[in-house]
């Protein structure tokens, strides 16, 4: 069982989760998703890694309410645990195999659009954390759309 740590409405129908998943934070990487089951019955839902905190254990994930699953998911409060949280899934992003030295040669500019922020972010960060200067461009159908702004700069 992996259980909420935190949860918070980011915009209209867009939320953040904090789950304790230490298998998952300790070897994840930008680029990569997980596959969750709520409950038994559950049925799989790909998201993308947002972030991670490899001592505390929690992986990051952001999504939108588009469906059953994802509304359901949103029903469950910090202190509940969803069934199964597999991962890390998919490859790396290009960004974190790329030499240092041509890195550093690049200047890079990150797009991202509403809800597809969230991939975009732990790439963002990824690279800061390395010490490169990037910027990044978030669009979103209105203004009350834009999420993880503040965690961009
Ligand atoms: C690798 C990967 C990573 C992803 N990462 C993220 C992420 O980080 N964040 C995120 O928010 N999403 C992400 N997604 C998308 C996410 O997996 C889906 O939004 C989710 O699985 C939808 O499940 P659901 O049961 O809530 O919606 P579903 O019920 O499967 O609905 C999906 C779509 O169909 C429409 N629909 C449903 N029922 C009907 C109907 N009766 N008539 C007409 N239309 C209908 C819904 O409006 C919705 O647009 C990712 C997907 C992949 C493949």
Known sequence: MYKIMKKE????????????????????????????????????????????????????????????????MAEYEVGESYRDFIGPLGVKSELVEEAAEELAKKKILFVAGGVGTAPVYPQVKWMKEQGYDVDCIIGARNKDLIILEDAMN
């Not at 904090?18 to 990487?29: E, G, L, M, N, Q």
């Open 9 to 72: 409405l980011l915009a209209p129908n867009i939320y953040l989760m904090d789950i304790h998943a230490p298998r998952v934070a300790k070897s994840c990487y930008p680029g990569q998703f997980v596959i969750i089951k709520i409950d038994e019955k559950g049925e799989r839902i790909p998201l993308t890694i947002c972030d991670y905190d490899r001592e505390a254990g929690t992986v990051t994930i952001v999504f939108q309410t588009v469906g059953f699953s994802t509304k359901k």
